[in-house]
């Protein structure tokens, strides 16, 4: 029986070994013109699909982007304050 192996790594079928925690990266991009209200995550943070990372504020109202699939959050490019336009990339997830 093979040896077992560390959190994160997987063997694949050919035996060799895989790190499943190296994901492609995503970028989240901001939906709404607006600013940055509250930032919901730090950098190294892992999150589930859906989990909201940011708060943007627009027009009185607060809109949360939401994390598109599970992923740990590699980079931060906004400031909690800042104004955002849309289409900006936000938060880029691993």
Same mark, same amino acid.
């Given at each position: 029986?093979?040896?077992?192996?560390?959190?994160?790594? &997987?063997?694949?079928?050919?035996?060799?070994?895989?790190?499943?925690?190296?994901?492609? @990266?995503?970028?989240?991009?901001?939906?709404?013109?607006?600013?940055?209200?509250?930032? @919901?995550? #730090?950098?190294?943070?892992?999150?589930?699909?859906?989990?909201?990372?940011?708060?943007? @504020?627009?027009?009185? &109202?607060?809109?949360?982007?939401?994390?598109?699939? #599970?992923?740990?959050?590699?980079?931060?490019?906004?400031?909690?304050?800042?104004?955002?336009?849309?289409?900006?990339?936000?938060?880029?997830?691993?």
């Amino acid at each position: 029986m093979p040896a077992a192996l560390p959190p994160g790594l &997987m063997r694949r079928r050919d035996g060799e070994e895989k790190d499943e925690t190296l994901m492609p @990266e995503t970028t989240v991009r901001s939906e709404i013109a607006g600013s940055v209200w509250k930032i @919901e995550v #730090a950098v190294g943070d892992a999150v589930a699909a859906e989990d909201p990372l940011i708060i943007l @504020e627009s027009m009185k &109202m607060e809109i949360p982007l939401l994390a598109p699939r #599970a992923g740990v959050v590699r980079r931060i490019l906004v400031a909690e304050g800042e104004p955002i336009a849309e289409g900006d990339v936000a938060v880029i997830l691993g």
